[in-house]
């Protein structure tokens, strides 16, 4: 059964700190790797994609995926307290999307 | 970004009636559209695939004839909801994905059955 897996907090990090989120995949066929944000009530919005091993940046965010490891994990600097939400981990073996349960940070003004 | 339009965004319905909920792609055509369901606190589950013109693929344990999915057109995909019970209160969200590429989330329908 392909499965992704995340702690699902919550993490609390005070405002203007580094978060980290963290996410472990089963399937080692998957090929596309993404972060989604999602706020209470609210359909999820991307954040980042990634498909390559190694690193990622686009503003505050940074991707990271080690594919032999099987693991995906998102760094959020200079955190604001907007940034808290729920933050799910997807990964793609092909044309479905599977969701990890989802990871709750609060961040700490 | 592709944009995909969901209603409603709530509904309240009686236990034993059905609710419909529609899809649509504003500017795209959708040839496969994919139902989420979401409990509290819980991730999106995949319920079923839907291709237009032919007859969706449900996830194991999803039963095919209480929800009921259309996808008559490249533009719109219906889930209805029959003889709803209040163990299928949830949030019903539809997603688009560009092949390859990220999936784009309808708004969303927080589904009551009272």
């Known amino acids: 059964q392909k499965e992704v897996e995340q702690n699902s907090g919550p993490l609390s990090v005070p405002e203007g700190a580094i978060a980290s989120l963290n996410c472990t995949y089963s399937?080692?066929?998957?090929?596309?790797f993404f972060w989604y944000r999602q706020y209470s009530g609210k359909s999820p919005e991307l954040i980042m994609f990634?498909?390559?091993?190694g690193d990622k940046e686009d503003g505050r965010f940074t991707a990271q995926l080690n594919k032999a490891s099987q693991y995906v994990s998102l760094l959020i600097r200079d955190s604001q307290p907007s940034d808290s939400a729920t933050y799910l981990c997807?990964?793609?073996?092909?044309?479905?999307?599977?969701f990890g349960k989802g990871t709750r940070l609060h961040i700490l003004p | 970004g592709a944009v995909v339009s969901q209603h409603p965004s709530r509904v309240i319905c009686k236990s034993g009636t059905s609710v419909k909920i529609e899809c649509r792609s504003l500017d795209f055509q959708a040839t496969t559209m994919f139902w989420y369901r979401q409990f509290p606190k819980q991730s999106l589950m995949l319920m079923a695939t839907?291709?237009?013109?032919?007859?969706?693929?449900?996830e194991q344990g999803v039963e095919k004839d209480k929800f009921l999915i259309n996808h008559a057109s490249l533009t719109l995909s219906t889930l209805t909801v029959t003889s709803a019970h209040p163990e299928d209160s949830s949030f019903y969200i539809c997603?688009?994905?560009?092949?390859?590429?990220?999936?784009?989330f309808g708004q969303g329908t927080r589904l009551t059955v009272v």
């Open positions: 990634i498909y390559s091993n």
């Open positions: 997807a990964v793609s073996p092909d044309d479905k999307i599977i």
């Open positions: 399937d080692r066929g998957s090929q596309s």
């Open positions: 997603s688009y994905r560009v092949l390859g590429t990220e999936a784009f």
């Open positions: 839907s291709n237009e013109g032919s007859k969706a693929t449900y």
